[in-house]
T-cell receptor, first 111, second 114 residues
Framework: EDQVTQSPEALRLQEGESSSLNCSYTVSGLRGLFWYRQDPGKGPEFLFTLYSAGEEKEKERLKATLTKKESFLHITAPKPEDSATYLCAVLSQGGSEKLVFGKGMKLTVNP | DADVTQTPRNRITKTGKRIMLECSQTKGHDRMYWYRQDPGLGLRLIYYSFDVKDINKGEISDGYSVSRQAQAKFSLSLESAIPNQTALYFC?????????????FGPGTRLLVL
């Protein structure tokens, strides 16, 4: 069974304090790993898709990387507006069209 | 205008009532999905549809039904609502093919069943 584990569950940073969020996954062949950002009361907003180990993608202060077992979302010099819940999800090659989500990681950036 | 819209945005209903949540999209995507989100449980798939004639159950379809009225419209029904269906419900869409498998979510419907 495909599984996704995100850690830590919650993280508090000071503005400018860089850190990384971890997403560990177990799938029967990875078709894609997805990162989303979700603000309170809103739908998840797509950030990145990664397809193969070694791949990296960047957007503003965020950089996502992928290995065969995990993905990291690196946040460089975060600002308060980066505060949100970050979701990781995987799509497997096992034939199921189901995205499997982690439980999310709530990031708070204090000014 | 938003690419994926959901109505209503908030709904309060009573146990045993039938309710329908609606989703419309202007992205031109063939695939549509319904999820529910509960605190501590993450997003779970209820139903998904690859085209108007293709409907599939997700991991938690019991107590729910869906209708794909057109490529752009996908409705979720609770035939007889119960309190543990209180949750945040999201519709999502995606295109076909590896490059297009990213799912785009609507703003959500907050449902409270009393």
């Amino acid at each position: 069974e495909d599984q996704v584990t995100q850690s830590p569950e919650a993280l508090r940073l000071q503005e400018g304090e860089s850190s990384s969020l971890n997403c560990s996954y177990t799938v029967s062949g990875l078709r894609g790993l997805f990162w989303y950002r979700q603000d309170p009361g809103k739908g998840p907003e797509f950030l990145f898709t990664l397809y193969s180990a070694g791949e990296e993608k960047e957007k503003e202060r965020l950089k996502a990387t992928l290995t065969k077992k995990e993905s990291f979302l690196h946040i460089t010099a975060p600002k308060p507006e980066d505060s949100a819940t970050y979701l990781c999800a995987v799509l497997s090659q096992g034939g199921s069209e189901k995205l499997v989500f982690g439980k999310g990681m709530k990031l708070t950036v204090n000014p | 205008d938003a690419d994926v819209t959901q109505t209503p945005r908030n709904r309060i209903t009573k146990t045993g009532k039938r309710i329908m949540l609606e989703c419309s999209q202007t992205k031109g995507h063939d695939r549509m999905y319904w999820y529910r989100q509960d605190p501590g449980l993450g997003l779970r798939l209820i139903y998904y549809s690859f085209d108007v004639k293709d409907i599939n159950k997700g991991e938690i379809s019991d107590g729910y039904s869906v209708s794909r009225q057109a490529q752009a419209k996908f409705s979720l029904s609770l035939e007889s609502a119960i309190p543990n269906q209180t949750a945040l419900y999201f519709c999502a869409t995606s295109d076909f093919g590896l490059a297009g498998e990213t799912q785009y979510f609507g703003p959500g419907t907050r449902l409270l069943v009393l």
